[in-house]
């Protein structure tokens, strides 16, 4: 019987616990997520397509696993994604998707690791979270925009219970650092009655 993992992931203390987690299920990792319906890929890129016209504009899929939400992107009209992960066994998956025009490897403990201005647009669809990335990744992906670029982001029910993740987002707006460009909750993982609110940030 083929180990099942989702449920494990929500319950991660350590980036060790996520790291290993991630290398174990990526094998079957399409699959299962498959298998529960996994709307946000879809519903994100609809969210930045929505407020980005620009189908050519470089976007970077961060966090990008196997390749998942970059299919999510190629199939909503973006031309050139690159995509970055710390999981080489997901990003090994991805390569094999053809889907990016670059794939990184990245150090979790990074403080930042994608270039200020590289990018006018960046998602991370199913990333911040409870279990996967800490409610910080927000700062470092928002540091990264100049002015006017845009962050396409999840925080499923799990994020939003944990004041720490809206907390994080607050500040940014509240401080009129960031202009909050589209907000709208959904499906995330019809099978598993998990839901997720997709936010389009603008840097200002």
Not at 65 to 78: E, I, N, P, R, Y
Not at 92 to 115: C, F, M, S
Not at 169 to 174: A, C, E, I, V
Request: glycine share 10%.
């Amino acid at each position: 019987m083929q180990d099942r993992f989702l449920d494990k992931a929500y319950g991660l203390e350590t980036t060790e616990d996520t790291q290993n987690l991630y290398r174990d299920w990526a094998a079957s990792y399409d699959a299962e997520i498959a298998e529960n319906g996994y709307a946000t890929p879809e519903r994100v890129t609809r969210a930045l397509a929505e407020i980005l016209k620009k189908r050519d504009m470089p976007v970077l899929d961060f966090g990008c696993g196997t390749g998942l939400s970059g299919l999510a992107l190629k199939l909503g009209g973006f031309q050139v994604i690159d995509g970055m992960d710390p999981n080489p066994e997901m990003l090994d998956l991805a390569r094999k998707k053809n889907i990016y025009r670059n794939l990184t490897l990245i150090d979790i403990d990074d403080e930042a690791p994608v270039g200020k201005g590289s990018y006018g647009a960046i998602t991370a669809i199913g990333v911040i979270g409870t279990g996967a990335a800490p409610a910080t990744t927000l700062d470092l992906l928002m540091n990264a925009l100049d002015p006017g670029g845009l962050l396409a982001f999840s925080l499923n029910d799990h994020a939003l219970a944990d004041r720490q993740y809206t907390g994080r987002l607050n500040q940014w707006l509240d401080c009129g650092a960031a202009r909050l460009r589209f907000q709208r909750h959904g499906a995330h993982l019809p099978k598993q009655n998990l839901e997720a609110t997709v936010y389009v940030l603008e840097k200002a």
